[in-house]
């Protein structure tokens, strides 16, 4: 009876250290999960906040973005503005040129000073913070495939058309070297016109000197143009493509 009894004992004691050990067991289980869920909701703060930083970013860059096409937006425009005037100046010299009557230095005055005839405009656009969004990588910050592609390609095409507008610049100043070498020419900072020196337009009646240049001068106002028209394009698609972002 006192072997059986040990026995019964023993099993009782068994039973009890089993049950004790899966208390334990299971203690450590629920530590564990609170521990990764602890982790979990941590990680997913950190997420939350840092997808709501980004959103904030995205916001600020696309604000100011579309601030800075604005402006370049207006910019094009008056540039466009002013090269009509240019353009109608230079029109108004070569239809005097070739007409039955001499050209009057009044005349002179009011298309090489008063309208500019001999200037360009030079229209400085706002790209820094474009520029700025690309070489840091924070383009990543756009969520927008189609407004990211957008973004990457409106640089090169500004760049693209400014530097066939700066050539095209460049090829009028030729023109305007030809003017000034007949005697029609600007100031020498290349603003006010020289307008004694204009009086030889009274004396260029269909000379084709002045013809010449005065036509290369037309040419070249009118591609000018068209490059600024390329940009004021670019621009505006890209504004419009901006409104998708909220």
């Known amino acids: 009876h006192l072997g059986r009894g040990n026995r019964l004992s023993a099993r009782f004691w068994r039973a009890v250290n089993e049950v004790q050990n899966g208390a334990r067991f299971g203690r450590l289980v ?3 999960v609170l521990i990764v869920a602890g982790v979990s909701v ?3 703060a950190d997420a939350f906040w840092e997808f709501r930083t980004e959103v904030r970013r995205e916001a600020e860059y696309v604000g100011q973005i579309r601030s800075d096409l604005r402006e370049n937006e207006s910019r094009l425009l008056a540039a466009l503005e002013d ?8 029109q108004s010299a070569i239809d005097a ?3 039955a009557q001499p050209v009057s230095p009044d005349s002179a005055q009011a298309w090489f000073h008063a309208r500019r005839g001999l200037s360009y405009t030079d229209p400085r656009l706002l790209t820094g913070t474009l520029d700025a969004l690309i070489s ?3 383009l990543r910050l756009i969520r927008d495939p189609s407004v990211r592609q957008g973004l ?3 640089l090169p095409r500004i760049e693209q058309d400014r530097a066939e507008f700066d050539r095209w610049v460049g090829l009028g100043v030729e023109h305007i070297e030809q003017l000034r ?3 029609i020419r600007a100031s020498p900072d290349g603003v006010r016109p020289d307008l004694p020196a204009n009086a030889a337009l009274t004396h260029a009646h269909r000379d084709p000197g002045v013809l010449e240049a005065l036509h290369g001068l037309l040419q070249k106002h009118r591609t000018r143009q068209v490059y600024l028209e390329r940009m004021l394009e670019s621009t505006r698609s890209l504004s419009e493509l901006l409104q998708s972002v909220g």
């Not at 090269?83 to 230079?90: G, I, K, Q, R, T």
């Open 30 to 32: 629920v530590e564990f």
């Open 136 to 138: 840091t990588g924070d």
């Open 97 to 99: 040129v070739v007409s």
């Open 42 to 44: 941590a990680l997913a």
């Open 83 to 90: 090269e009509d005037m240019v353009e109608a100046s230079v």
């Open 181 to 183: 070498i007949i005697g």
């Open 152 to 154: 990457m390609s409106y």
